[in-house]
């Protein structure tokens, strides 16, 4: 698909429409089927590999004129060095060329196309809809919501550095972004820059990457409003950096691109798709900052197959104890620190890399070994975690007597336990973010919704390509399970695959409740706990605190329930404690901005600083349109003090008594939208009202 954007461009063999297709023909004509292993093979580890003059004859006189691109998207995968054997015929590419025939291929990276229209948003759009919603509940996110997130906090976090006094000269106050770029001098260029090129940006749950692309888009208006000041200035060592820039860059649009993506940008996700996909969709935003037939404009592409992870975010250690590693490793191991700094400068090598494929493929496997050298220490490390905790893995059972599950058999986790889960070592693979710098700068992301429990629902799903033939024979219902469930165990092959399926889940459970980087999962009411399902968003919001660095700002999508479930109380108060609200601008799914979610289903956009305290936040409920995020906070919001929340907050189940200093700002332009005025008396009900079993009928709110 790649290489397809790049014919639509003009950017292969002197512009040539149909290389992929005309090259196809070529190969049928020398024999059957050799297109995957002559040509293609060819094309990806010889073309666009290596430069021309380090590829065979042979390749030469068969590709044409192929720009060198370098990028770990053109190494041979480990599917392909573990099975060098691999055929595949020819007849599955003309397919393929006649599906991607019917459509515009389109490098414009904006929503709203024709509906026959390929961008690098429709990709992202299919990963997340089709592939991605089924498996983990996670949904697509619209670009009103990514570009809202985005600007404000990544804003925020500037407007800060320059008012900290961390950066060099004298510290400049500014209330806007707007006021920055309107009062640009040397000063603030040179501030700007290296603001830039220092800031990280992560998504824990990057998907498709439609927040890494979003914060990209963000960081290059911020250059180019730098790039275009220095122009006018006079200044004589920023228009020197800005000349040797332009001199060594065919392209400054596509070198501004570069540098966020190998310096700023940083993803992980527990589906190797999705990270995937992630890498391509940043890849086309670079490729289409090249004028179209004007391949020499292409540099290479950058490393970041150590900046887009697969992993899962919420289990994992966030720092190593060096000491404990050292006494947990094998003796032919080298120490952590020695493992680490190694680690480390051959990633940076590799990020910033330009030689070409051979000594990039050394380099990158040189990084997987040290990663395999240090993973089953790392590995035991969090066993070890888990042993403290008094986790223990609960295999389930079935009891042939009753027909029913049985007592599940508990017996301490193994090392195959642990890597099943797949764990993200953050302080490991991110050591000099975490533990140098503290934490990321900006964390944006629309984590999973899903309650974390065994889902009958979501087994037979799995189970659709896996075991289709038994679930025909007993057509299964979904709905029915309960019912059918002692016939449908009979079957040694399903029940076999429900029991594993549902010994996945106690565990992992138990870890979430009782490790100390997720503490605030368990709220209190009436000395009574409450809410002890984990849902997977509320881990994600404090897992996203425990990544930031102080001062770091986060943009999240999550449900209502961050404000109205008795089980997020103490994920709030972590909030309001220990920081500083932004925003809070909650929907109602009315207008299917998430599509496939209930049209009644309510979910928010929240902005929040880490560290200091909340005293008020501007706020807006019952939403519909996602056009309305472009004027909040300052047109049609609530600023809602935290004391009146903690007034309302569910200690008691009884109303709770008001004192008559505590006041919410309403503005009568506000009182006049008939909507804002409902939600500014009745945002007691949005937020508290099924706890507290309030109406507005009983004149509550009418004082």
Known sequence: MFIYFLQEKFFINNGEKRYLQRNLEDSRRRGQSRYYAEFLKSLFFEGFAKPETERSPTARALLGQIKYLNGGLFLEHRIETDNPNIRVSDEA???????????????????????????????????????????FGAYYTRPEITEYLCEPTIYRLILNRLADGSLAGPERRFETMGDVLLHLDADLCRKLLQILREMSILDPACGSGAFLVAAMKTLINLYAAVIGKIK???????????????????????????????????????????????????????????????????????NIDFNILVGNSLIGLMRIDDAEFDKQKNLFIKPYRDLLKEKNLLIDNYRHATAYGEDLRRMRDGIAALKAEAAPTLNDLLREEFRRLKVQFEQATWDDKKDAEGKPEKRSLTFDDIVALHPFHWGYEFDEIINKRGGFDVI???????????????????????????????????????????ELMKDPVLRKAWLEFASRFPHQLAFFKRSPQFANQTSRVNDQVVGNKPNLYCLFVEQTFNLLRKGGECGIVVP???????????????????????????????????????????????????????????????????????????????????????????????????????????????????????????????????????TRSSGYFKN
């Open 444 to 486: 944006l992301t629309n984590p999973p919704w899903e309650v974390f429990q065994t889902d009958e629902k979501e087994f037979f799903q799995q189970q659709q390509g896996k075991n289709a033939p038994t679930i025909q024979k007993n057509k299964l219902r979904i709905e029915d399970w309960k019912k059918q469930q002692a």
């Open 93 to 135: 590419f003309e397919s393929l060329f006649a599906l991607f025939d019917r459509y515009s291929w389109n490098l414009n990276d904006i929503p709203g196309g024709n509906d026959d229209e390929i961008s690098p948003d429709v990709l992202g759009y299919i990963f997340e809809k089709y592939i991605n919603q089924k498996a």
């Open 232 to 302: 006018v200035l006079n200044d004589t060592n920023l228009t020197q950096w800005l000349r040797a820039t332009e001199r060594d860059h065919p392209n400054i649009s596509y070198f501004v691109k570069k540098t966020i993506i190998t310096d700023n940008l940083f993803g992980v996700d527990v589906m190797e798709e999705a990270t995937e996909i992630a890498k391509l969709r940043l890849f086309l935003a670079l490729v289409a900052s090249a004028e179209s037939g004007r391949p020499e404009q292409l540099e290479p592409l950058p």
């Open 560 to 694: 209502s329930g961050i404000y109205t479930d008795l089980g997020t109380k103490q994920l709030r108060e972590l909030l309001f404690s220990h920081t500083q609200i932004a925003g809070l601008f909650c929907f109602e799914n009315r207008k299917a901005i998430f599509e496939n979610v209930d049209s009644r289903f309510k979910f928010c956009v929240l902005t929040f600083e880490k560290g200091g305290r909340t005293s008020k936040f501007p706020s807006a409920f019952m939403r519909h349109n996602v056009e309305e995020l472009t004027a909040f906070p300052k047109d049609g919001a609530l600023n809602i003090p935290v004391e009146f929340i903690r007034h309302l907050s569910p200690d008691s189940l009884s109303i709770p008594e008001f004192k008559s200093s505590v006041e919410i700002e309403i503005s009568e332009k506000m009182l006049k939208q008939p909507l804002l005025a409902d939600s500014a008396f009745g945002w007691g009900l949005e937020l508290y009202g099924e706890e507290l079993n309030m």
